[in-house]
């Protein structure tokens, strides 16, 4: 069984015993939502197949698809290959409601289970610290060569300042010593 719905919210009362499928469109509100302006775009899936069997349900994702963010070496932005599996077991018959780790209990009045939070965690949690535009099967990166370009050229440029104050300071150094009217 497969469905596509647009919420994020599970009917979990109403699910009969077996296995459920659900395939969701992850939009990039889920991020800007939560002012995390890191992820311009996205085009994503999240496939989630919830298992029940008895008084816990076994919740597995898989999410997959792209994501855009800024690549850190050359100031572009580009397409991020995001492709993650996580599983959270979900207990229906408590009173109150907890979490710990990849297990949460539901609270008696909690009749949905919303899964935005999760799909929004685990993509978050599974990004780089460094994201840089990936390498092509030749090795090859696709960063923007002019902006790699202006970069060397900053660098040049810091380094022959620093050169400068350095010679500068020999200079000083020099004439300290050996004063030029003598
Ligand atoms: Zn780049």
Redesign the pocket.
């Given at each position: 069984m497969k469905k596509k719905i647009n919420s994020y919210i599970i009917p979990f009362t109403v699910l009969k015993p077996g296995e459920h499928s659900y395939l969701f469109s992850v939009e990039k509100g889920l991020f800007t939502d939560n002012n995390y302006d890191e992820i311009h775009d996205c085009q994503l899936k999240a496939h989630v197949t919830f298992n029940k069997n008895s008084a816990i349900i076994t919740v597995n994702f898989h999410i997959y698809g792209t994501i855009n963010v800024t690549?850190d070496?050359?100031?572009?932005d580009?397409d991020m290959d995001i492709n993650l599996d996580s599983k959270i077991l979900v207990k229906t018959d408590s009173i109150v409601h907890s979490e710990e780790d990849d297990m949460i209990s539901l609270g008696k009045d909690e009749v949905d289970f919303d899964i935005a939070p999760y799909i929004y965690q685990y993509i978050v949690l599974s990004l780089p610290m460094q994201r840089?535009?990936p390498e092509d099967k030749d090795g090859v990166?696709?960063?923007?060569p002019e902006?790699l370009k202006k970069l060397k050229n900053l660098e040049v440029k810091n380094s022959s300042e620093e050169q400068y104050r350095l010679d500068t300071n020999k200079l000083l150094q020099h004439l300290k010593e050996k004063p030029l009217n003598n």
């Open positions: 690549c070496r050359c100031g572009d580009f840089i535009h990166r696709h960063c923007n902006a």
